[in-house]
C-alpha cells in the first residue's frame, strides 16, 4: 500500500482537478480496503471522510478532506521512515 500512495493521492487530485465527484467516491472506496487491510487507521478514516464528501458534492468539503487525506498520508510515510 505505502509504495502506491503516491499514485493513489495522484489519483485523488486528479479527480478533483475534473470535478468529477463520482469517480473520487469510488477511488477513495477502492482505497480504504488497502487502509483497513493495512491497519492505519488515521489515513483510512480521512479517505473515509473524503469518500463521503465526494457523494455530498461538495467542493469545499472535498477540499478540506483531500487537505486530511495528504496529511494522513505524509505522516504514515515520515512515520515509516524511523
Known amino acids: 500500500m505505502l509504495a502506491g500512495l503516491p499514485a493513489e493521492i495522484q489519483e485523488f487530485r486528479a479527480c478533483i482537478a475534473e470535478s468529477d465527484w463520482t469517480a473520487l467516491a469510488e ?32 467542493a469545499v468539503l472535498i477540499s478540506d478532506g483531500f487537505s486530511a487525506v495528504e496529511s494522513q498520508a505524509s505522516r504514515l510515510v515520515d512515520a515509516l521512515r524511523v
Open 27 to 58: 477511488h477513495a472506496h477502492q482505497v480504504r480496503g488497502a487502509t483497513r487491510y493495512c491497519g492505519v487507521p488515521a489515513l483510512d478514516e480521512a479517505i473515509e471522510a473524503l469518500e463521503r464528501t465526494a457523494r455530498l458534492g461538495d
